[in-house]
């Protein structure tokens, strides 16, 4: 319970002695709250270490490819294919082996898990930020505001995702559309996938925001004076950081799968910068022969999302600790 | 602002009354209320909403609150006292009528002169555990009415202000830091108390302060909240539906009843000869700590309160009432001395035989 151990103490409540009991007992915020019991649970440590290497690797990645001695994830070298044009396997100078261009797998996995950070982490935050302002805004004023808002989620959740990324993928994947202004990559995929995602969080948040604006202190607020922002920014929005978080933190591996996908099908992040979609796309046709080309990515997007989603239910448990476990 | 004690019967008022004549300090009420009406709506539709009634939760309020009194607002569940409260805060809009405070009608105010109006008005919530945002400290929670409105912005001010506040409502101010939860449901209410008490209020409204609270702990915020109005010469309102709580506290006690004003007068008239079948079972209701008193007839009410959506026509207590006559269901009665000090809406008040038989004890 979130009463925590402080209400615990013997001699507490009432009376006047409050006065002296409890100088002993320190304060414990609910971050600190928090953190003890995030500490207990094991498998949410594990997945947040993992998480915080694959970042480090991410962001340090032409470091670590120099320290293992690898190739840059573009450096083609036909002298690693054989006579059939078919790629090498694993060895000691390329650990994941080469694809059939003769680059380095272990370095395009590395760099491609750069692209999939950056997807999940900015595509997430993005939704995040557009989802707690709408659902917010939505069930703060109810109303007209609230009946707007929410058909525009009906009508964002409604538009096929996968069909309109296909469909900028086909149209503009050669020279671009609208002058050039489209272009399939990275920019692309962040957009449709927070075009895709944010309606999510909204929702969530209106239900929230609805029950938490008739609680009291939303109405004492408002009889001392506060503005309608304020009330939102400062005693709402709070009351919202642990559901939006774990909301977040299980919405991250989603979006990366998500950009896989997109790029397996062609439309997110093209050849030669590497990702794990399209890497895994152009392993299929040879997966009999090169099977390494596939399976590193298939297990570096396996333990990435798998790590995002168990950090999110440590989190969960964590922050909302009356959920069931 | 803070230095400026509230002299319940002195210093000129800072706004003079734009709708009323002024009026000299010392006779102008703080608050008056007049045919104060609020209906919520009750809409059936989820896009294409119609309105199909409305729940008549406050209908036709009229009543004046004198500078550095205690007014008590009882009645039962539901009939609209709450509702009172938030209308004269100005946390809910008025259907129709008017509030006025200090002569100036704050009904339609808006933005800046709103704000400076809710400087002078506070309230005290009735869940203490609602009305305590979770996720803040004590001590921005207490500081939040500076933060509002911009005072005591000098480093290590504010603490000292909201510290010296938890000293004065009986909290370690020590406790500055600490979350809501780690506190009891009293110390909770002292919290609240502190935070009305910021802005050093002409007026405190108290909306049922003590009935989430243990018995054993009502009397100390009931006592914290008597304290602070001597000390700040607040004017307090104070609502409730414990008859004994409010005798304790109120020098004028209003009862409600479904929305409308029945019965109002001085704490001691009413108590002693309650006029209103209405007022009289309530006070007939209330329990005895007496052990050899064995209860006279107890005039308890039948049936439940009829539905404030659907009140019945004329006096609206004519279908539970012991003595209603079919004039009852036809004329609405109005609020009329009846020769005993309070103003009471019936056709056939009590009289003095009757309001012995049902036990109440002016004594007790």
């Known amino acids: ?325 | 602002m803070s230095a400026q004690a509230p002299d319940p019967f002195g210093g000129a008022p800072e706004r003079l009354a734009t709708t009323a004549p002024p009026v000299p300090d010392a006779v102008q009420p703080l608050v008056q209320v007049r045919d104060l009406v609020k209906h919520f709506p009750i809409t059936r539709g989820i896009i294409f909403q119609r309105k199909i009634g409305a729940v008549r939760a406050v209908d036709g309020v009229s009543f004046d609150v004198r500078r550095g009194e205690t007014l008590g607002i009882v009645g039962e569940t539901g009939c609209g006292k709450s509702t009172t409260a938030k209308l004269i805060m100005r946390l809910q809009k008025p259907t129709s009528g008017q509030v006025r405070f200090e002569g100036q009608d704050i009904t339609d105010l808006r933005g800046a002169d709103m704000k400076a109006i809710r400087r002078e008005m506070q309230m005290i919530f009735q869940d203490p555990y609602s009305s305590l945002n979770p996720r803040k400290t004590v001590g921005s929670i207490i500081g939040e009415p500076y933060a509002i409105h911009g005072l005591k912005r000098e480093k290590g001010e504010r603490k000292r202000a909201v510290q010296e506040l938890m000293e004065t409502v009986g909290l370690n101010p020590e406790h500055y830091n600490r979350y809501p939860h780690e506190f009891s449901g009293g110390q909770r209410q002292r919290i609240g108390v502190a935070r009305a008490l910021a802005l050093r209020p002409k007026l405190l409204i108290a909306d049922e302060p003590v009935s989430a609270l243990d018995v054993s702990i009502q009397a100390q915020v009931l006592n914290l909240l008597r304290d602070m109005q001597r000390r700040f010469g607040l004017t307090l309102i104070f609502i409730a539906h414990d008859l004994s709580v409010v005798r304790h506290m109120c020098d004028r006690v209003a009862v409600m009843y479904l929305g409308k004003i029945v019965e109002t007068g001085s704490g001691d008239d009413l108590y002693a000869f309650p006029r209103h079948p209405y007022t009289g079972a309530l006070l007939s209701a209330v329990p005895v700590a007496d052990p050899s008193h064995h209860g006279s007839e107890r005039r308890l009410l039948s049936g439940d309160v009829p539905s404030p959506a659907n009140p019945p026509k004329a006096c609206r207590f004519h279908t539970r009432c012991p003595k209603a006559q079919e004039l009852c269901s036809r004329q609405q009665p109005q609020l009329e001395d009846k020769g005993s000090g309070t103003l009471t809406a019936c056709h056939f008040p009590l009289s003095r035989e009757e309001v012995a038989a049902i036990g109440v004890r002016s004594a007790g």
């Open chain 1, 1 to 325: 319970m979130s009463v925590g151990a402080a209400e615990l103490v013997p001699g507490a409540p009432g009376g006047l002695e409050f006065l002296e009991s409890r100088a002993e007992v320190a304060a414990r915020s609910p971050l600190q709250l928090f953190w003890r019991r995030f500490r207990q649970d094991r498998v949410a440590k594990v997945s947040l270490a993992v998480i915080l290497l694959l970042i480090v690797i991410a962001l340090a990645a032409p470091l670590v490819i120099k320290i293992f001695g690898l190739p840059g994830p573009n450096v083609e070298n036909p002298n690693l294919t054989d006579q059939f044009g078919s790629p090498l396997g694993p060895s000691s100078a390329h650990p994941f082996g080469v694809d059939s261009l003769g680059q380095d797998v272990m370095s395009r996995t590395i760099y491609g898990g750069r692209v999939a950070l950056e997807v999940g982490i900015i595509g997430t935050g993005i939704a995040t930020v557009i989802g707690v302002l709408v659902g917010t805004l939505a069930g703060f004023y109810r109303g007209w505001v609230d009946t707007l808002l929410s058909r525009l989620i009906d009508v964002v959740l409604s538009i096929p995702i996968l069909l309109l990324g296909l469909g900028i993928g086909a149209a503009c994947a050669v020279r671009g559309c609208i002058k050039g202004a489209i272009q399939p990559g990275l920019g692309v995929i962040i957009f449709l996938i927070s075009l895709a995602t944010w309606p999510y969080t909204a929702r969530i948040v209106r239900g929230l925001v609805l029950s938490l604006r008739e609680r009291e202190f939303v109405e004492a607020s408002r009889g001392l004076g506060a503005s309608d922002a304020r009330i939102m920014l400062r005693e709402i929005l709070p009351n919202l950081a642990a559901p939006i978080i774990v909301y977040a933190s299980l919405q991250i591996p989603t979006n990366i799968l998500l950009e896989a996908g997109l790029s397996f099908l062609g439309v997110g992040i093209r050849p030669p910068t590497a990702s794990w979609g399209n890497m895994i796309a152009q392993a299929t046709p040879i997966f009999n022969t090169a099977w390494w080309w596939m399976v590193f990515p298939g297990i570096a997007l396996l333990i990435t999302v798998l790590a995002f989603n168990l950090l999110g239910d440590g989190l969960r448990d964590a922050l909302n600790p009356r959920s069931a476990r």
